[in-house]
């Protein structure tokens, strides 16, 4: 069996047994990785997928170019080409991401020690900024979306209502509907006072003729994304 291997890839110089073996510690390792990118995280099956065996494509690919600067290059414009064309991906996944095939790299250049070290690090690392509260939104960040008529102007007819229930709040985007007869407003807004929410909606649906009007959790547009 080794001779046969060798037959087929005689100028690698790695054995059957230890690629075997790389392979599998970088799959274990990247699924640890991916374990930890879960924690108190928003995920996707696939993408937890693609995070446990991107380590192991990247530590085979550097193993059979290692040496080779020709073939090197190669790859590395191979891996320049690929894009992430579903669903935009959030800071933490690119840094997820990043980990991986760091872990991959070292790891194709056959230091395991280091490997194992790394992945612990990171883990350890996103486990603890994923648990503590710097950095985080406060739960008053809010989207806020408003359906007014087209004779409405958008530009200050809410002005009033949202500096008295807001901190801060910005208009992102109008947008028509309606074959032009309505407008959407949405808004990124920071509650003064969450017990006000109520009250907040009912003024906005007094200004806009009871047209609909959606409140919802803090969704970054761009800033947070790949």
């Known amino acids: 069996m080794l001779n046969l291997f060798n037959s087929i890839i005689p100028t690698t ?4 047994a230890v690629f075997i073996i790389l392979v599998l510690v970088t799959l274990v390792l990247g699924g640890i990785l991916a ?7 928003d995920y996707t099956k696939s993408f937890v997928m693609t995070l446990a065996i991107l380590p192991a494509v ?3 690919v550097i193993l059979m170019v290692n040496g080779n600067i020709g073939a090197g290059v190669a790859v590395a414009g191979a891996f320049s080409l690929v894009r992430f ?3 935009p991906g959030t800071a933490r996944e690119i840094g997820a991401l990043f980990a991986a095939m ?3 790299l070292i790891m194709g250049m056959g230091y395991v020690g280091y490997a194992v070290l790394f992945t612990l ?3 350890l690392a996103i486990l603890i900024y994923a648990s503590i509260a710097t950095g985080n939104k406060k739960e008053l960040r809010k989207n806020l979306k408003i359906t007014i008529p ?3 102007n958008y530009t200050d007819v809410f002005d009033e209502i949202l500096k ?3 901190n801060s709040y910005k208009l992102k985007q109008v947008k028509t509907s309606n074959m032009g007869s309505l407008f959407k407003l949405s808004y990124e807004i920071v509650l003064s006072d969450f017990a006000l929410e109520k009250e907040f909606l009912d003024a906005l649906r007094v200004r806009n003729g009871n047209l609909e009007i959606s409140i919802s959790e803090y969704q970054p547009q761009g800033a947070d994304q790949l």
């Open 121 to 123: 690090l990171i883990g």
């Open 164 to 166: 008295k229930y807001t």
């Open 35 to 41: 374990l930890v990118h879960t924690y108190k995280n």
């Open 13 to 16: 110089g790695v054995t059957p």
């Open 150 to 152: 087209e004779n409405l």
């Open 85 to 87: 064309r579903s669903a």
């Open 58 to 60: 990247v530590a085979v």
């Open 102 to 104: 760091g872990m991959g």
